[in-house]
């Protein structure tokens, strides 16, 4: 039995990320100087992967971090369901220590199991599992796309590693993320495992 290979990655730095501001689904950010290197330092480590697909959430840090691998010529598309979790009213401002506060209170309620509870004016983490579904399904519908490489952000990420590896939605901070990081899976066609966690040896300097 063939295994599909997937490189799970999440946006490299912007702007908003450096000035601690919450981007989600509803800010369009580009990346900065540091996740253009971040990206470039990506695609020199996995250049050689022949990659068979490429997909983006439709928001433009997602395709910049990848865009190396798309003037390859590697066959792209972009999702809407990959898009980040929609933070409400508090996308596009800074975290105050109030709002920094509301924002761990909605996370313990998440992971108290209360997965249905939207944040003020966005989503909940269930919504963010729904509309995942239908692309994880075309994705996993294609067994000629072998080797995948996926871009997206980090609290989707998340809910998407959950739904992937049959974690309760409650369990999903325990899946850490960094800018520009790698989760490495294996599907067999019943289950997915990881071989590569968090993993950020690409953005580190190589030693001479």
Not at 121 to 139: A, F, H, K, M, N
Not at 155 to 162: P, S
Not at 173 to 190: A, I, P, R, V
Request: aromatic share 10%; charged share 20%; glycine share 6%.
């Amino acid at each position: 039995m063939s295994i599909k290979k997937v490189y799970l990655i999440r946006h490299g730095q912007t702007d908003y990320n450096l000035e601690s501001i919450v981007q989600g689904s509803g800010v369009d950010s580009n990346l900065n100087a540091t996740g253009r290197r971040q990206a470039e330092l990506f695609y020199e480590k996995y250049k050689h992967i022949p990659f068979d697909k490429v997909y983006t959430s439709t928001l433009q840090r997602s395709m910049q971090s990848v865009q190396g691998f798309i003037d390859l010529g590697i066959p792209h598309e972009q999702h809407t369901g990959l898009n980040e979790i929609n933070w409400g009213t508090r996308e596009g401002t800074r975290i105050t220590p109030e709002e920094d506060a509301y924002y761990h209170s909605i996370l313990q309620t998440w992971c108290d199991g209360n997965t249905d509870i939207c944040i003020e004016g966005g989503e909940s983490p269930d919504l963010v599992y729904q509309r995942q579904t239908p692309v994880i399904d075309l994705i996993l519908s294609r067994p000629e796309e072998e080797t995948i490489l996926i871009c997206m952000h980090g609290r989707a990420m998340r809910v998407m590693l959950c739904q992937l590896l049959r974690y309760p939605l409650r369990c999903m901070d325990e899946f850490q993320h960094q800018n520009l990081c790698l989760y490495e899976l294996d599907y067999t066609g019943s289950m997915f495992s990881v071989n590569k966690y968090c993993d950020v040896t690409h953005l580190q300097p190589s030693r001479v």
